[in-house]
């Protein structure tokens, strides 16, 4: 019996230290956690701002995504627009469903997004958008 318990100790001894070095090994792997404003600025590599607009056309709209507290990026193909509200960032949270009520086919600076709690449903707050800048890639030069 003494035998038995000796090999099962070994066995677990060696599984628990294999255990350890795998996660030892993907802790050595894991990659620090962006900040939002890092985020955004690696959505943004490529690209090049242009003039601020008023409105964006809704329809073309493919997507969009919330930077925590930072900004809203609506992706529209080959431009996206990013949106610095005006009040209410703090309300901004990625975990969370953006509500908006825009007038017509567009989203202007005017309208107000509600944010509504992913799990529960109810009211986190509001954000008062900003105006949207156009963000498209930069087309490379041809060596000639």
Do not use: H
């Amino acid at each position: 019996m003494k035998t038995f318990t000796r090999k099962l100790a070994t066995n677990l001894s060696f599984g628990l230290a294999a255990g350890s070095l795998l996660l030892a090994g993907v802790a050595a792997d894991a990659k620090p956690r962006l900040t939002p404003e890092q985020a955004l600025a690696k959505t943004l590599e490529g690209r090049v701002a242009g003039e601020p607009v008023n409105c964006i056309y809704t329809p073309r709209v493919l997507s969009t995504r919330i930077y925590d507290k930072t900004a809203i990026v609506y992706d529209a193909g080959n431009t996206i627009y990013v949106n610095r509200p005006d009040s209410g960032v703090r309300a901004l949270d990625d975990n969370d469903i953006m509500v908006t009520t825009p007038t017509g086919s567009q989203l202007c600076n005017v309208d107000i997004v509600r944010m509504i709690d992913r799990s529960a449903g109810f009211f986190r707050g509001s954000v008062s958008l900003g105006q949207f800048v156009p963000y498209k890639k930069v087309k490379a030069e041809k060596e000639g």
